[in-house]
T-cell receptor, first 114, second 115 residues
């Protein structure tokens, strides 16, 4: 089945710097890759996603890149702000049908220092 | 979007007992998913709940321990049976809504502590 690996487990940056989180997946049939942000005590919230027919997607300060050949995808946050501090999870939808079933990476705790 | 309500939001239970968690969605959905999030960990898929058929469990999870019901297209329950302290986790239900932006939404979670 699908396996998702995420690095790093923790990331500390200065406010205004960029942050990059990387994930790899194993199921070559997967075609949907969302990123979730989870603040302490809250539910995961989708921040950006990408499908396999696209190599890059951007939404303001957040971007995601996908390399289907290498089976890895990355989250890029530019001009980080203290409110970006949270746990970030990458995920992959196994198989090609994108049913809503998700396999998650281990998570990255991002700390943005003012 | 989807509004997902989970009950209870938290509970403290004695070992050996069972707890049933409810998940209500404000729209009809084909599949509902149950996840476990152990303290400080990621989300692990427990099972997929389909209306009108038995749930499909992921490796490491069994029906006797986590029985699931799915009586209609807007509701599901997850029971954590014969609980032990190792079952202390946050349990979340999730649904996918297809629309302008297809995405998976999560309930607020049920924080379970087994003592």
């Amino acid at each position: 089945g699908e396996n998702v690996e995420q690095h790093p487990s923790t990331l500390s940056v200065q406010e205004g710097d960029s942050a990059v989180i990387k994930c790899t997946y194993s199921d070559s049939a997967s075609n949907y890759f969302p990123w979730y942000k989870q603040e302490l005590g809250k539910r995961p919230q989708l921040i950006i996603d990408i499908r396999s027919n696209v190599g890059e997607k951007k939404d303001q300060r957040i971007a995601v890149t996908l390399n289907k050949t290498a089976k890895h995808f990355s989250l890029h946050i530019t001009e980080t702000q203290p409110e970006d501090s949270a746990v970030y999870f990458c995920a992959a939808s196994p198989g090609s049908s994108n049913t809503g079933k998700l396999i998650f990476g281990q998570g990255t705790t991002l700390q943005v220092k003012p | 979007s989807a509004v997902i309500s989970q009950k209870p939001s938290r509970d403290i239970c004695q070992r050996g007992t069972s707890l049933t968690i409810q998940c209500q969605v404000d729209s009809q959905v084909t599949m509902m998913f149950w996840y476990r999030q152990q303290p400080g960990q990621s989300l692990t898929l427990i099972a997929t709940a389909n209306q009108g058929s038995e749930a499909t469990y992921e490796s490491g999870f069994v029906i006797d321990k986590f029985p699931i019901s799915r009586p209609n297209l807007t509701f599901s329950t997850l029971t954590v049976s014969n609980m032990s302290p190792e079952d202390s986790s946050i349990y979340l239900c999730s649904v996918q809504v297809r629309g302008a932006r297809t995405e998976a939404f999560f309930g607020q979670g049920t924080r379970l502590t087994v003592v």
